[in-house]
């Protein structure tokens, strides 16, 4: 079986011929690019401002616990999760990246829906009004924490990954650790279905 780092690089090669097709990169090749191209293994690759990030199993932190109220006021606590493949977005409804991205993030939940995957927003910007009527615009199901009033859920990850950037993607492994980050609009739904695959595939 191929590894997570080379199934990720082959839906990163799909992504970045897109890019390169429609002359984003038409004169020169940015260093990430020339990086993809130089089979350089440094565990991501850039391209129209994505960067994956993949972490080994030994190398990643401690189990993250996190929570918060979600938009329609019910409560979100990781630990009920335990167990599953954790996917969480950041987001917010002004960020025109997030819409793009909205419904391939939808693809990969409705892909795995029925597996042992959570998936679960963060705004970190909006009330809940905001965000629900994003969800019905742009078709999402999954649920978000509202991040806004406390900036719990954000702070929970510091320690992990800083959040520095808005959209980011973290997949937390079986064991609520972080295991892969997409900082960035998500390119291809095929990038994060493939990490959340080998996700599920690992055993603890």
Request: net charge negative; proline share 2%.
């Amino acid at each position: 079986m191929l590894s997570l780092h080379r199934r990720v690089r082959a839906a990163l090669a799909v992504a970045l011929a897109a890019v390169l097709t429609v002359g984003i990169a038409a004169c020169t090749q940015d260093p990430a690019t020339q990086q993809y191209l130089e089979g350089d293994n440094k565990g991501y690759i850039g391209a129209s401002g994505l960067r994956v990030e993949e972490i080994a199993e030994a190398d990643r932190g401690s189990t993250v616990d996190f929570g918060g109220v979600l938009e329609d006021g019910s409560d979100f606590r990781s630990e009920e999760h335990a167990g599953n493949v954790l996917v969480v977005n950041f987001w917010y409804a002004a960020c025109g990246p997030c819409r793009v991205e909205a419904k391939d993030l939808e693809a990969v939940w409705q892909e795995y829906s029925d597996d042992d995957v959570t998936f679960v927003g963060i705004n970190t910007y909006d009330q809940a009004d905001t965000a629900r009527a994003f969800a019905d615009e742009y078709g999402v199901t999954y649920p978000s924490i509202i991040d806004v009033n406390t900036g719990d859920a954000k702070l929970a990850f510091a320690a992990a990954t800083p959040i520095q950037a808005t959209p980011t993607t973290l997949v937390l492994d079986r064991d609520g650790r972080v295991a892969a980050r997409i900082i960035g609009q998500l390119q291809e739904a095929s990038i994060l279905s493939t990490l959340v695959k080998d996700l599920l595939a690992e055993t603890t």
